[in-house]
């Protein structure tokens, strides 16, 4: 199975380049031509426990990657990593089921491809002979930096760089980063929000790279990025069978808090793949451009760019939609490098009335401001003493709003201490800042922090530089220059 480009069909690669490249040089980004089945019985699904699952997936999707690399990958790149017997778990509360994928090393779901991504990568790279040293650019809205450092750090043969917008992440957030040890690490922020950052890092990625060193990308523009992510939904799905809640075949509905578009597209890809999903709900803050477009087949960045409770959805320029539009418009390449060219031209852009039919057949919209937010994570804690993040929180609301009280899987996807000051506000006692937030979350529902994020009052903070959006792709050459430099002295 070929990777293709979303804007030009004749770029064809193997999964493995696909993985090392991150994005296409043309600027799109690289799909399987065609979408393969996984063809699991009932009996199958529930003989795999987490780790075979994800092995069984990828082996779909990434299939010039051995089975024994890919389990050698998984079973390493997970090991030791998680809070929770399984890496994922589903928990049920207030009639709904969440998809719990924050018990990772950095409390939110981006571990659940970024603890393989260093893995495949690193396959890929031995697989086919790949000198260079692999430097990962990754702009952040807030949970994928973290993420990507903490897989990278010290990896030999690798860089990483990770762009935050300076006022646009939680303390937490920045903390994490900011703290980040390593010898081929960087962190810097940028003075403007995600969509400038991830603008910057994509120009700097299709940019000529220093010479020794190749780019890739650690963000849910990349495969290896997003295969991951569609064995939570199958795993989701097991779980209901198991416990008797479903019968295997019956549709499951998923709420999903959005953002870049990645974490729903696995979704669609279960789908594509076989799996019995029903609606796939695409959950928006008050930065909902997406609602808009699944509405109106209009896609429109020309608009405020808000600051919320969920800061690591506030996106106005989501990338895997690219993905989803290619397939929509019967993978006419062409057009979807139109739409592109609109996007970033002119701001905005349109799709016919059959594409935007084809999209709804999967796809349902709805947004949720910061007063829903914080109204549904007091109301669930109250009611269940459930706690939801502000992301999930936003998932759930959606939920109400489009399935009403019928069943759904809501994905949560970050750990509410994250993003303490906001839950603090949300649960009546608003006023702590920072780290202070952590205890005082921890007293006022009698739940713990996870350990890494109280470990962060013990740490220094090793990195303070700030960018323009301008200056990004120079700093990317600098850095990737200085981890090589590194390396020749020892
Ligand atoms: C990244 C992120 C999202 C959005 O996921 P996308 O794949 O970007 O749509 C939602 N919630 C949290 C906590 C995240 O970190």
């Given amino acids: 199975m070929k990777y293709i480009s979303t804007r030009n069909k004749e770029l064809q690669i ?57 389990q050698r990958c998984v079973e390493e790149g997970y090991a030791g990593k998680f809070e929770t017997p399984e890496p994922v778990c589903l928990s049920h509360a207030d009639g709904k089921d969440f998809l719990e994928l924050y018990h990772g090393p950095t409390c939110a ?31 952040t809205s807030g949970d994928t930096g973290k993420a990507a450092l903490e897989g990278f750090a010290d990896v030999p043969g690798t860089g990483i760089v990770v762009f935050f917008p300076r006022d646009g992440v939680s303390e937490v957030q920045k903390l994490q980063m900011v703290t980040q040890k390593g010898k081929n690490v960087c962190v810097c922020a940028v003075e403007g929000n995600f969509d400038d950052a ?29 295969a991951p992510q569609v064995s939570y939904y199958f795993f989701a799905y097991k779980k209901l069978v198991e416990e008797g809640r479903i019968s295997f075949g019956d549709p499951v509905d998923f709420s999903v808090p959005t953002g870049n578009f990645g974490d729903i597209l696995a979704g669609w890809l279960a789908k594509k793949m076989g799996l019995p999903v029903g609606r796939l709900l695409c959950a928006s803050n008050k930065n909902n451009v997406l609602t808009d477009f699944l509405r109106t087949g209009v896609y429109d960045r020309r608009r405020e760019f808000w600051i919320t409770s969920s800061p690591s959805m506030d996106i106005l320029v989501s990338s895997n939609l690219e993905r989803l539009l290619f397939y929509a418009c019967g993978e006419d390449a062409q057009t979807v490098a139109g739409y592109m060219k609109d996007l970033t031209e002119q701001g905005f852009f349109m799709v016919s009335p059959r594409v935007l039919s084809e999209i709804r057949k999967d796809f349902d919209c709805a ?6 937010v914080d109204g549904a994570i007091r109301k669930v804690w109250e009611d269940a003493s459930y706690l939801m993040d502000p992301h999930t929180a936003v998932a759930w609301v959606c939920a109400e709003k489009v399935f009403g009280g019928a069943p ?36 006022l529902t009698g739940l713990s ?23 990004i792709e120079a700093f990317c050459r600098s850095a990737a220059g200085q981890f090589g430099k590194e390396e020749s002295h020892d």
């Avoid at 779901?109 to 990962?136: H, N, W, Y």
């Avoid at 060193?213 to 290896?224: C, D, E, P, T």
Wanted: hydrophobic residues 40%.
């Fill in 109 to 139: 779901f981006k571990d659940m491809a970024l603890c393989l991504l260093p893995k495949l990568l690193g396959a890929s790279a031995a697989a086919t002979g790949i000198a260079d040293r692999i430097v990962i650019l990754t702009a």
């Fill in 449 to 471: 922090a996870p350990e890494n994020l109280k470990a962060l009052k013990e740490k220094e903070i090793l990195h303070r530089s700030c960018v323009s959006p301008e200056e």
């Fill in 367 to 372: 947004y949720a401001e910061d007063e829903e």
């Fill in 408 to 443: 759904c899987v809501v994905l949560s996807t970050a750990s509410p201490f994250k993003f303490a000051p906001a839950m603090l506000t949300a649960l009546g006692k608003p006023g702590a800042k920072g780290l202070a937030a952590l205890d005082e979350l921890e007293e």
């Fill in 14 to 70: 193997s999964s493995m380049q696909a993985i090392l490249q991150g994005i296409a040089p043309d600027g799109g980004l690289y799909v399987p031509e065609s979408i393969p089945a996984a063809e699991i019985s009932q009996e199958e699904l529930l003989s795999y426990n987490y780790n075979q699952l994800t092995v069984r997936i990828l082996s779909c999707l990434l299939p010039d990657l051995d089975p024994e690399t890919l």
């Fill in 198 to 226: 991830q603008t910057g890092v994509k120009k700097a990625l299709t940019s000529q790279s220093p010479a020794g060193v190749s780019y890739s990308s650690a963000n849910s523009i990349n495969i290896g990025r997003l």
